[in-house]
């Protein structure tokens, strides 16, 4: 039997990059999958972001490995769309056991180019967001007797990487969340987790540019993100490894703990 065979994920940011991989990786291990991914683009985003496209080639890829696959457009920002998900999802899947909080964005800048708008799209898709995926799916956990979350921060959630202000800001935020969520829902046998990746090698990571420039600015600020094994990125399923073991029942009494995949990053 897999590591979570027979029970239900429910996974944010699922059509690409970490989301699209903890998806597989849950599935490979027996877990049929409720996926969504916001699938449009935002403007202050300078990436190009999921489509709906990319969200089809993660249920083929869930499918492959003969599990069952719920996948819908929703926006995490938006609470009662991801609670219709989640509804639908569990409505034909039968239950919910974990949920990975994973959808996210970035942008690159110095503090004095910080928009408005892209400090309230980093903090409404990084922090609120993770905070709406947790509440519409709690009340499934309850009723399937516990369960396991797990939200995606970053190693800008343990220390305060430049040029990245509301990206830090809101991961920092969600491990004051899952820290607040473990104590109040341990009651439940609900456990919550973070993990805090280094660079991952994903679309988002690809698509950002601009860090060179700034830290030319100030080269003494380099260092901060220089990974202590010699690796400058690591690879999504690194990631999906750790989920897939918070996730699974090895992981029975881990909870409130930041597991860092950072490649040495924040012990530097």
Same mark, same amino acid.
């Given at each position: ?33 409720? !996926? ?9 985003? &300078? *990436? ?24 819908? &457009? ?26 990975? !909080? ?36 709690? &009340? ?25 202000? %509301? *990206? ?67 690879? %999504? ?15 029975? *009494? ?15």
């Amino acid at each position: 039997m897999g590591r979570v065979e027979g029970k239900v994920a429910f996974i944010t940011g699922a059509a690409r990059g970490q989301g699209r991989s903890h998806a597989v990786r849950l599935a490979e291990e027996g877990a049929d999958i409720i !996926a969504v991914d916001i699938c449009a683009q935002l403007d202050t985003v &300078p *990436y190009p972001m999921a489509t709906p496209e990319d969200l089809a080639q993660t249920v083929k890829e869930v499918e492959a490995l003969d599990r069952r696959i719920v996948a819908l &457009p929703a926006d995490v920002r938006d609470a009662a769309a991801l609670r219709e998900a989640v509804e639908r999802g569990v409505a034909e899947l039968g239950r919910l056991d974990i949920v990975c !909080a994973n959808a996210g964005i970035c942008t690159i800048q110095a503090w004095d180019e910080v928009t408005p708008a892209a400090w309230q799209d980093t903090l409404d898709t990084n922090l609120t967001g993770v905070w709406n995926s947790m509440v519409v799916a709690i &009340p499934h956990l309850i009723a399937a007797g516990g369960g396991s979350i797990i939200a995606t921060s970053s190693t800008a959630g343990i220390k305060g990487l430049p040029f990245l202000a %509301p *990206y830090v800001a809101a991961k920092h935020g969600v491990v004051g969340i899952a820290r607040s969520l473990a104590n109040e829902l341990a009651k439940h046998h609900i456990r919550v987790n973070t993990v805090h990746p280094t660079g991952v090698d994903t679309p988002m990571v690809s698509g950002l540019g601009g860090l060179e420039t700034l830290l030319g600015r100030d080269p003494n600020l380099g260092p901060i993100f220089m990974n202590t094994l010699p690796v400058e990125i690591v690879d %999504p399923r690194d990631i999906s490894n750790a989920v897939l073991f918070l996730a699974s029942d090895e992981a029975r *009494y881990v909870t409130g703990l930041e597991f860092t995949v950072d490649a040495g990053n924040t012990i530097r």
